[in-house]
């Protein structure tokens, strides 16, 4: 359409202006789109605008970068409004007015008079006065103009939105004004609407302050997952998987655009999984896009600063100005305007410190940058700014990518004791992994870390290969001291592998020839020896001798202000203090190194994801289910978080020992096998190895086969001699020879034993070794004897508040107990004895096999406690994701549950299961 223009000179707050003024309007720039037949629906954000106008908000801003959808959204917003009943109770819908901008209304007049267009298609004719004015005046007063707007639209009766779309193409001071004026100013009945690439220069804070604002932004534009779905998979008519279209989701980070380049590329691929693998900001659909739509629009200045920065994968104002030497910018400065421009800038903190580009933004920057002659100074300078801001991991990786490998050799060594007293070894040998392997061995420090941090990972191996490197290196200066030291440390961490190896006497050599190597100041590797030399305490079941060890190691770590190293040692202590039988001292301890944990800041508290759960035990071998849960839910948080090389071995065991009082016999088996898989090679000494409690299962289970087979090859006999190491793989002996029935020579081995156990104060073992003596005889008819070393246990056990060791034993103990109780009813350990009963399950299995029998069921496999419990629960008609999160279990898991009670019932739905239960009278 032609258009016939008009010029005329204008002033508003004091400037002056020429003006544009349309002779005729275009009539395309008031049209409503019209909304997609194919579109992913948002009703939460619908919900949000709605809700803005119910609450009488005088504007709603999306601000957002091109590609999320923000005119989408607005005309299904638009469709559902004048369709339905308005937000503020109206039958009738609400009206809308609509203006789509271009550059050529960056001129005021223009602009109002397409705002008085846009506003006609409410009432017809209004403004007309005001445009004539305009029109004739050489110098029109905007003010005045704009004052006489608002009295107008006051008229109208019924609550109306105006849409200013991409805004952000006007960029003018004056209509900036002219807009302000009008927000400022709007009548009750008006609400408008912003779109816009960035944020207008309107007094957004004091409308937000005063609760006139609704914003919706890049983060709450970007498609969710279920979204993401939707769109992929139904508008664009693809199939993708869930693992694909979540791998997308997170490199597209939610972008519309992106997901819908991405959906375009993949057409006639047959391959998705590779597709999406490869999909970066490089590909070309989405480089030309952004060319386009983003990095061509921008000007020569900020076009540099986008590619050289690109290569930080944060930013903050010093570190580009650092990276760009280039005193006429302002590093700061560019960050926040990038930001209002919602260039593809996500900020990272509160405080607008730190940000970084958008994934596929910075493809696209990386991209275009390429590898000029530069490339390597800017990365050294990176590494340098982060060095001098204590950013060593940043600043290798930037060493690391200029080629300097001796300046990432020396942030690597200078990384080594921080990293490692933050237990993260394994990073650091990631990063040391990426050096030439010559520049590594010609370095002795950094071989004999490297050595260290393969010892600490298990690595026995390996350790010994970069320690025999280091050696080879130190050969020519011997009688520097600073050769000595690390000859020192050598032996040292030779002597934790050979603790790792569970060879005794080459871990007391090597702990005492690194002694005497050793400066006389440095107290941090003394006390290193002087624990290696207590632990081999712990092998030999002296654990008192190596309590006393860890507690002089913890106060020389809190003296040197390691105080990671002194909490995280806790644990170690408490597990002493377990096998010793004080579950009260073990709590106090954990409790008190979670106390320093949080008084020492946030970084500290994953260390204490093993402190929490073995709370969660104590609590569990208490019969405290609630304190048990809490610690857990805990332990599972920080375990997420958590650097701890054995996290995931502790963790499987303890699932696996709560799974086993489920009676959940197969999934703790399964729990074992994880264990097993995340073990760890350390110094402490494995007393419960894994196949021995899987034999113990199997022999809950009734697969004695299982639990001989385990004997036969671990050549266990009841003639062997008593260790500390050997007892519970003994105490499962003895288990398997009372399934047997054969009972020759299973006394005489437990008293071995329990002599021994007593003899190093080992309460823990002498409670289990009683129990177990207590059943043998009993198994023999000698009830006189059983119940003699029942109650011994008992009065071991009663102060330290035991329960679940007893009711692990299952029916034979209970009846061993309830005879107790019957024998001497004035027992002074009677209300001990009762709570104990109390925690046995009431025959469930016994109770539903004799129902199923009475009513002549073809039922044959009981349900567990825990099916039971959850079968309770969906009969009171809580969800899956309810009886989850009641139980701390996983979804997953529950519904696994529901199809084993299903099959057990014989029903198809939860419904049915309900009430076969109740016909079997279980609920």
Not at 161 to 183: G, N, P, T
Not at 306 to 335: K, Y
Not at 422 to 446: D, E, M
Not at 756 to 761: M, N, R, V
Request: hydrophobic share 45%; proline share 3%.
């Amino acid at each position: 359409m032609h258009i016939i223009k008009r010029t005329a000179s204008t002033k508003f707050c004091g400037h002056a202006y020429n003006c544009v003024v349309p002779a005729q309007i275009l009539a395309t720039k008031l049209y409503i789109p019209a909304p997609r037949s194919k579109i992913v629906l948002r009703p939460r954000l619908i919900e949000r605008m709605n809700e803005g106008l119910a609450m009488g908000r005088r504007l709603t801003l999306i601000s957002a970068s091109a590609g999320f959808g923000k005119t989408t959204l607005i005309s299904e917003w638009i469709a559902a409004l004048t369709s339905n009943p308005s937000p503020a109770g109206r039958e009738e819908g609400v009206r809308v007015a609509w203006l789509s901008l271009d550059e050529g209304d960056k001129d005021p007049v223009r602009f109002i008079a397409y705002l008085i267009a846009a506003l006609q298609t409410i009432k017809a004719g209004l403004g007309e006065g005001i445009l004539q004015t305009l029109q004739s005046r050489q110098q029109p007063q905007v003010e005045i103009a704009l004052t006489a707007l608002l009295n107008e639209i006051s008229s109208i009766p019924d609550p109306f939105l105006l849409i200013l779309d991409d805004y952000h193409v006007v960029d003018s001071k004056s209509v900036d004004e002219a807009l302000a004026f009008l927000v400022e100013r709007l009548p009750p009945q008006m609400h408008l609407v912003i779109t816009a690439r960035e944020d207008p220069s309107l007094p957004l804070a004091r409308l937000r302050a005063r609760g006139q604002l609704t914003e919706l932004r890049a983060a709450d534009l970007q498609f969710t997952a279920a979204e993401a779905t939707e769109f992929l998979n139904r508008v664009m008519g693809l199939n993708l998987s869930n693992g694909d279209i979540a791998a997308l989701e997170s490199r597209t980070e939610g972008w519309i655009a992106g997901l819908q380049l991405a959906a375009l590329s993949m057409q006639g691929h047959q391959d998705a999984a590779s597709f999406v693998k490869s999909f970066t900001g490089s590909h070309r659909f989405v480089l030309d896009y952004l060319i386009e739509e983003v990095l061509g629009q921008q000007s020569e200045e900020i076009q540099t600063f986008l590619l050289r920065t690109s290569i930080l994968d944060r930013m903050c104002g010093p570190l580009c100005d650092a990276v760009l030497l280039d005193p006429s910018t302002s590093g700061q400065e560019i960050l926040e305007q990038l930001e209002r421009a919602n260039l593809f800038i996500v900020p990272l903190d509160n405080e607008r410190r730190w940000y970084r580009y958008h994934h596929l933004f910075g493809d696209l920057l990386r991209q275009r940058l390429g590898q000029p002659r530069e490339l390597p100074e800017y990365h050294l300078r990176a590494s340098v700014w982060y060095e001098a801001n204590a950013d060593l991991a940043q600043a290798f990786h930037h060493a690391l990518a200029a080629g300097d490998f001796e300046r990432s050799a020396n942030l690597a060594e200078a990384a080594w004791q921080g990293m490692e007293r933050n237990f993260q070894t394994a990073a650091w040998i990631g990063w040391v992994k990426k050096l030439p392997n010559a520049v590594v061995c010609s370095r002795p420090r950094l071989c004999v870390s490297l050595g260290r941090a393969y010892s600490d990972a298990g690595e026995v191996e390996s350790s010994e290969t970069y320690l025999q490197n280091a050696e080879r290196a130190l050969a020519d200066a011997l009688e520097r001291d600073e050769s000595k030291s690390l000859l020192a440390i050598i032996a040292l961490i030779r002597s934790n592998n050979a603790q790792i190896q569970g060879n005794l006497a080459e871990t007391i050599k090597y702990a005492e020839l690194s002694i005497p190597l050793m400066p006389e100041d440095d107290v941090f590797h003394r006390a290193e020896a002087a624990i290696t030399l207590g632990f081999t305490h712990w092998v030999t079941g002296n654990l008192e001798s190596s309590l006393r060890a860890i507690h002089a190691w913890i106060e020389d770590m809190q003296r040197l202000g390691k105080q990671e190293f002194a909490i995280a040692s806790a644990f170690a202590v408490a597990d002493m203090q377990v096998i010793l039988g004080r579950l009260n001292d073990a709590e106090k301890s954990l409790r008190h190194a979670i106390q320093q944990a949080a008084a020492h800041g946030r970084e500290s508290e994953t260390i204490t994801a093993h402190h929490h759960l073995e709370l969660a035990m104590l609590a569990h071998e208490r019969g405290d289910n609630a304190a048990s849960a809490q610690s857990l839910e805990i332990a599972a948080d920080l375990g997420q978080r958590t650097t701890l090389v054995d996290w995931t071995h502790r963790w499987n065991l303890a699932q696996a020992r709560l799974k086993e009082s489920d009676g959940e016999f197969d999934s703790a088996l399964q729990s074992l096998d994880d264990a097993q898989r995340g073990y760890v090679k350390n110094p402490i000494p494995i007393f419960h190895p894994i196949a021995a409690h899987k034999a113990r299962i199997h022999l809950r289970q009734g697969r004695l086969d299982k639990a001989q087979a385990w004997a036969r090859e671990r050549s266990l006999s009841v003639k062997d001699e008593a260790s500390y190491l050997g007892e519970y793989e003994h105490l499962t002996l003895a288990r398997v020879c009372l399934a047997e029935g054969s009972f020759a020579g299973v006394h005489e081995m437990l008293e071995r034993l329990l002599a021994l156990a007593e003899s190093q104060k080992r309460m823990g073992s002498v409670i289990e070794i009683l129990l177990t003596q207590a059943l043998v005889h009993q198994a023999q008819g000698n009830h006189p004897q059983a119940l003699s070393a029942l109650e011994r246990a008992l009065i071991l056990a009663e102060p330290e508040g035991y329960i679940r060791i007893f009711v692990n034993e299952g029916e034979a103990m209970r009846s061993l107990l309830s005879d107790l109780r019957a024998k001497s009813p004035a027992h002074p350990l009677l209300r001990y004895v009762d709570r104990i009963l109390n925690f046995f399950p009431q025959s469930a299995e016994i109770i539903f096999q004799s129902k199923i029998q009475n009513r002549k069921s073809e039922i044959v496999e009981p349900l567990t406690n825990r099916e039971i419990e959850i079968l309770r629960l969906i009969a009171a008609g809580h969800s899956n994701t309810e009886i989850g999160q009641r139980l701390y279990l996983a979804l997953s898991t529950v519904k696994g549950h529901n199809l084993r009670i299903f099959n057990k019932l014989q029903v198809e739905n939860r419904t049915e299961a309900v009430a076969r239960a109740r016909e079997l009278g279980l609920l």
